[in-house]
């Protein structure tokens, strides 16, 4: 009844006389012991550095990444900055520490831990390996009580952790927390998230890691390098002549922007570096900015991304087009992009009925003033008719040269044009997802998406 291999789940087994279907058949009952499969913790693939340390030891960063250890302006655009890229990541490494190759992914509640906490957790681990070592009693007896100390620690500063988010929530920033908090509480009720099996073309299901990394490169390069039929674009005088140089006021301007602790690019440094160096760390930008403006090229790592695949959280999970593509950009770049960003927005008029992208009309108006009509015309039994245009990947479609087109009827400088096309020279990308990671080849003749356009062009072109 059992294969050999198996019989080893065999614990006990006997047969039923007074039950049998027929005289020769009797019911056997057997007794197995089958171990549930533990599960197992995905590993980390990637060594990661620490930034979020960077605000505890940010005085010892802050020294060794002063401006007089970064390098001369003199040198060539990819030289500045593979010699910045070198010292900033050597010195975060020994300051900050890198996640170790290989750690299983768990899931650990330490938001509460304080410094009592951690003394605590290391008495007890040093008292539990030296019981391990010994097998003694009275090490058996020592471990037993650390244990019982750090339960009392933890219990304690989960406590004084409780209270002081309870007192919180009666603040404004507190209602903010209470609606990530219930997100994220959500979010772990999911049965999955996200899955490594994707169908194909066909809708066939592909499980092995080569073809799933190819069919995700077929898609976002199908999805992001298919252009469409456009009618002749007309030709638009440019205007030329010299502008200003980017100022370090400006690089601070656009800095401030920055959101912090964000996601790093493919140089894996973040924008909060230039913010904890202060005004020094405007002036570096900006010089670098310049010279590469004046050189006509940037650095080669800033014309890639990183696209991460995410779940909408609904449809097909396995279905690549159920994913949002978010693209991780250098942070540095993003800065550049920011500063030519304000440039355009002081000359561009944009129109009174455009919401969204610009400063103080959001999207929020013009959907209560939707809402407005439909009631008003509700009360009146009057029929209402409304359009809705789906954009849907229209910006990952467009062509560059509608865009220039764009803003050179704005009356912007021709100057600032080229700048923008410096970040569309080459541009390339790596997908990564559970099966690991798939260069994507990009076009550049204006259909790829890789790089996306600042908000202000993309405005003009609305």
Known sequence: MLRRRDRRLLQDSKVIPTDHVAAQHHLLVMDLKISRLRKRHARTETQRIKWWNLKDRKEAFFASVAPP???????SVEEMWSSTFSVIRLTAENALGKTTLGKPKVQKATWFWNEEVQAAIREKKSKYKLWWKTCQPEDRGAYLAAKREAKRAVSKAKSDRYKVVY????TREGERAVHRLVRARHR?????????IVKGADGAVL???GQILERWREYYNHLCNEEFCHPPIPTVPSVEGPVLPITAAEVSAALAKMKSNKATGPDDIPVDIWKLLGDQGSMWPATLFNKIVAEGRTPDVWQTSVTVPVWKGKGDIADCTSYRPIRLLCHTMKVFERVLEALLRKIVSVSLNQCGFVKDCSTINAIHTARILLEKHREKNRSVHLAFLDLEKAFDRVPYEPLWMSVRSHRVP???VRWTKLLYAKPTSVVRCAAGKQAIPCTSNGSSG???????VHTVHG
């Open 167 to 170: 007192d919180m929530f009666d």
């Open 450 to 456: 890789f790089i996306p356009l600042t908000s202000a």
């Open 188 to 196: 772990s009720t999911l049965d999955m998230e996200h899955t490594k």
């Open 207 to 209: 499980r092995r890691s």
């Open 69 to 75: 250890t970064l390098p001369h302006p003199t040198r």
């Open 414 to 416: 021709e100057e600032y």
